[in-house]
């Protein structure tokens, strides 16, 4: 009989699926333990990998008159960056530049594009007080491509894995990568964040990272993009140290300030 023998077969199916996806998601933890720990051989931003620019088209960096990049940015529109308020600030101090299309430091790839415009949130004050965003408008067209902006807040259900780039420190006081790195890390709950961070803010913030640690956004990655398949959901904003267990990365809280890049990136 068909009908039975087909029902007796769906259970027998669904445990070795279920078998199968045990020994997957085993071999899966066990994969995520040995990469995120401290000790792992391979750093990145902070135990990551390199990447391509061609996969990361909207990640920028900024360059000081020294020629030395002190963050990361995001293309927003044809001739605007999406930053961290606290990598903008330096724009009065420091005569600052965006460099597109430049995936390793040490090549003069991509374009050089100086700063005319620098529109900071005017609520910000420091990167643990919140609104740590700053869009800023270039001279010229960027090269590459503008990323999306998220403004479905779904993007942080807590466990949503996201990919952070940089061209930052590879370790905890270490040294700053010389090309694009990448990494990936989990959405990290408000509670936890909270937990983790007395200053959280839940509307301007949210925190992405292992509950061991390892993998992370470090100094030099400020400013940078927190991505879910291309659309920004997180800028590197600031956290304790780097890759410490129970210290997640904080980003800005993208979805919030929307309706403000928008604003900014049309206005020229
Ligand atoms: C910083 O100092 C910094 N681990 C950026 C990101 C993180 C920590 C510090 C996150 O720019």
Redesign the pocket.
């Known amino acids: 009989m068909p009908g039975p023998r087909n029902h007796g077969n769906r259970p027998r199916t669904a445990s070795a699926a279920l078998i199968l996806g045990a020994a997957l998601l085993l071999t899966a933890g066990l994969t995520t333990v040995v990469t995120g720990s401290p000790a792992a051989a391979t750093p990145a931003i902070v135990g990551g990998e390199r990447a391509s620019l061609a996969d990361y088209p909207y990640a920028v960096y900024l360059e000081d008159s020294a020629g030395t990049q002190f963050c990361g940015g995001v293309i927003v529109g044809t001739s605007t960056v999406a930053t961290a308020a606290h990598c903008a600030e330096a724009v009065s101090t420091k005569d600052i530049r965006v460099i597109a299309g430049r995936e390793d430091k040490r090549t003069d790839d991509g374009t050089t594009l100086a700063v005319t415009k620098a529109w900071v949130h005017p609520d910000y004050e420091k990167a643990e007080q919140g609104d740590d965003i700053a869009v800023l408008t270039v001279r010229g067209r960027l090269p590459g491509r503008a990323a999306s902006v998220a403004r479905d807040t779904g993007v942080y259900a807590a466990g949503t894995k996201a990919t952070v780039v940089g061209w930052g420190r590879v370790a905890d006081g270490g040294d700053r990568s010389d090309y694009l790195r990448a990494a990936v890390v989990p959405m990290v709950s408000d509670a936890t964040c909270r937990a983790a961070y007395e200053s959280y803010d839940p509307a301007s913030m949210v925190c992405a990272g292992y509950r061991e640690g390892g993998i ?7 400013g940078g993009p927190l991505v879910i398949g291309g659309t920004l959901v997180g800028i ?4 304790d ?3 410490k267990p129970g210290k997640p ?2 980003y800005t809280r993208v979805t919030t300030f929307a309706g403000t890049i928008a604003q900014q990136t049309r206005r020229p």
């Open positions: 992370d956004a470090c100094k030099g990655d400020s590197v904003s600031f956290g140290g780097c890759g990365g904080v």
